[in-house]
């Protein structure tokens, strides 16, 4: 369920006409829905109805500050990968204290900074990174809070470079190891032990794999709780969104009339199917969503710059590019294109959907239909709110593109389009070049 839908020919987000967006802010431009995101926090919470759950939402997914600060708000913690991402949410006005640091190379100006600013806990991903965690600590006088990542060796089903919980992935500890790593934890005089975690991937779109790997990690949780006396148990991110129809998608429980083994993982049927196994434990539940709080809650608005008729062949060429929504060409992801001004008498053609970047793999979709549109129109990307602009680059030298919040019928701008002088700011020519 979102907020972005067609009120005659006009595709609104929540109440605000996103055409009034793209003319006053320009294209490519990021545009997400407030309440659809409050909406999202609120179904995975009441999703795992009466267990003591908190959210600690996964930051890489969308790391906008004003997006931060709607969660904050809202009683989500975060799950962080980056002394940047820290910063970020400091930034937001929020504080560490449901916050956890994960990662498999954190640095050690990274560890002294999430121990400086009160960090939940570390989720250690191998032995090494525990003595360097012990070893800063020492040096600042405190102890570590740490759980180690667990990796149960479970297939998610899902994209190879998505899938991070089997066993020749680089993530956590073989969980056949689990317990000499924690026994081992327990040696070191700046660490302390609070919980077990894992997280075997993204996009999921079957829940057996979650159930399989929670069902592993709660049996170890089960053994660590009598040794070691955790508080909890995290059970990562990975829920995935539906991407096909998914303007339609937004209608209430459209998924009713699929067949069941089509349906979307929704964070009720995720939780009826994970609350039976960690009920039993006790203990306080992380999750740690990403793409299933902010995907859904986020468009990318382009402007078409030409409709290129080849050889049996056409081609919409937009002014966004690759560099600004990468899914496609990184994992050819698919992503519904709408147009901002639906007109049912215009003709349909078939296109492939492309960027103005210099590579063939510039291409967001192939052979779409689409209704006929020329230069000057305006399309959206749908499900764009994740691993969007935070996946962005400058390729082709090309500025970052702007994000805006919409609030009922109010929008904001929260990040300015960057400049070129902003973009060439740290650069310089040495004086041999002179
Ligand atoms: N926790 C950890 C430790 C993670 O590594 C991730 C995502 C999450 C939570 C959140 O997962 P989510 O709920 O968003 O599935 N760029 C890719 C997705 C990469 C996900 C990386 N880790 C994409 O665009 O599909």
């Known amino acids: 369920m979102h907020h972005f839908s067609y009120t005659g020919s006009n595709l609104h987000c929540e109440s605000v006409d996103l055409a009034a967006v793209a003319q006053l802010y ?5 545009v997400y829905s407030a309440a659809t995101m409050a909406d999202n926090y609120n179904r995975i919470i009441n999703g795992l ?21 709607h969660f904050a708000n809202l009683g989500a913690g975060f799950d962080l990968v980056s002394g940047g991402e820290l910063r970020r949410v400091l930034a937001a006005g929020a504080g560490l204290t449901h916050s956890v640091f994960a990662g498999v190379g954190k640095s050690e100006a990274e560890i002294r900074l999430a121990l400086e600013s009160g960090i939940r806990a570390f989720h250690v991903e191998s032995e090494p990174e ?10 600042l006088g405190v102890k570590a809070a740490i759980s180690f990542r667990i990796n149960p060796d479970v297939d998610a089903l899902t994209h190879a470079k998505t899938n991070t919980g089997k066993a020749d992935n680089k993530f956590g500890i073989p969980i056949a190891q689990a317990a000499a790593a924690y026994a081992a934890a327990a040696e070191y005089p700046n660490i302390a032990i609070r919980g077990v975690q894992m997280h075997i991937g993204s996009q999921l779109t079957s829940i057996a794999p979650f ?11 089960e053994e660590l709780k009598a040794r070691h006396d955790i508080e909890y148990i995290s059970v990562g991110g990975g829920i995935g969104i539906v991407y096909q129809d998914a303007l339609e998608s937004g209608a209430s429980k459209w998924w009713d009339d699929q067949p069941e083994a089509t ?27 990403g793409r299933f709080m902010v995907g859904n809650a986020g468009v990318l608005l382009a402007q078409v710059e030409y409709l290129k008729r080849g050889q049996g062949k056409n081609f919409l060429i937009l002014d966004a590019g690759m560099n600004d929504l990468m899914r496609p060409a990184m994992y050819d992801s698919y992503h519904q294109v709408v147009p901002l001004r639906r007109n049912t008498s215009r003709p349909a053609i078939t296109a ?30 749908m499900s764009a709110g994740a691993y969007g602009y935070t996946m962005a680059s400058r390729y082709n030298s090309r500025c970052m593109p702007a994000e805006v919040l919409v609030h009922g ?10 400049t070129f002088d902003n973009m060439i700011a740290g650069e310089n020519i040495p004086a041999f070049l002179k």
């Open 26 to 30: 320009g294209t490519p431009t990021y």
């Open 49 to 69: 109805g009466d267990l003591d759950v908190h959210v600690c939402y996964a930051v890489k997914a969308n790391s906008s500050i004003a997006v931060l600060r």
């Open 130 to 139: 525990l003595i360097r965690i012990n070893h800063v600590a020492g040096k």
């Open 211 to 221: 159930v399989e790997a929670t069902e592993k990690l709660a049996a170890l949780a």
């Open 263 to 289: 349906r979307p993982i929704t964070p009720e049927s995720y939780g009826a199917a994970l609350a039976p196994i960690l009920k039993p434990l006790g203990l306080k539940v992380l999750v740690e969503p």
């Open 352 to 381: 492939d959907i492309v960027g103005p970047i210099c590579e063939t793999g510039d291409c967001f979709a192939k052979d779409r239909d689409i209704q006929q549109l020329g230069e000057g129109e305006h399309v959206a990307f």
């Open 409 to 418: 019928a109010t929008f904001d701008l929260i990040n300015a389009r960057e």
